[in-house]
């Protein structure tokens, strides 16, 4: 049970903040030791319990203190205010995406995802898609020429052909290029 107090404007506004904690089973709120404080565009001191504010002015030290856990817009919707005060009864921050965006540095993306890949220099036949999934199992030349009856020559032409396709310098390296493109199932 996340316990929160409500700090409004007006009666009216904290009844009606009051009536949307009361849709969540997991919320109760109360008058004193809250686990969450939840502002509505006002002024405040500094809360010793997390804080989330609904606010069109940024928060600042002096007013809050270090107690800001989530600020949002006073037009936030039931859902998003619901979810932040249960965010942050569960010691989360939240942050709306300009905000990450103007305070969390630019990452470069990670390896692995598929706008990472290089464009395929030709796409991959049928033929060399099943090859490509025999290479998945482990299997050699010889091996996916038999399961796929064909030659042993036939086989290494479809392998030498996958890898100059995915620019791969290795068959592991076609393999891990083929599952990230989502070729071979995983």
Same mark, same amino acid.
């Given at each position: ?17 009051? &009536? ?13 030791? +809250? ?7 006002? +002024?405040?001191? +500094? ?11 940024? !928060?600042?030290? &002096? ?9 949002? +817009? ?33 990452? !470069?993306?990670?390896?692995?995802? !598929? ?11 049928? $033929? &060399? ?13 010889? &091996? ?26 290795? $068959? ?8 990230? $493109? ?5």
């Amino acid at each position: 049970m996340i316990r929160v107090l409500i700090v409004a404007k007006s009666e009216a506004e904290s009844a009606e903040l009051a &009536e949307l904690m009361a849709e969540d089973d997991s919320i109760e709120v109360v008058s004193a030791d +809250p686990d969450v404080v939840l502002v509505a565009g006002v +002024p405040a001191r +500094p809360f010793d319990a997390p804080t989330v504010l609904l606010s069109r002015d940024t !928060p600042s030290v &002096e007013s809050y203190g270090n107690s800001v856990r989530a600020h949002l +817009p006073p037009d936030a919707t039931a859902s998003e205010v619901l979810t932040a005060v249960a965010a942050v009864g569960q010691g989360l921050v939240v942050l709306t995406q300009a905000q990450a965006e103007r305070l969390l540095p630019a990452r !470069p993306r990670r390896q692995g995802f !598929p706008g990472d890949l290089p464009r395929l220099v030709e796409a991959l036949t049928p $033929r &060399e898609i099943e090859v490509l999934r025999l290479m998945s199992d482990g299997l050699v030349n010889k &091996e996916i020429a038999e399961r796929l009856g064909i030659s042993e020559h036939t086989a290494k032409f479809h392998v030498a052909s996958i890898l100059g396709k995915l620019q791969a310098s290795s $068959r592991t390296e076609a393999v891990a290029q083929g599952m990230r $493109r989502g070729l071979i199932p995983i």
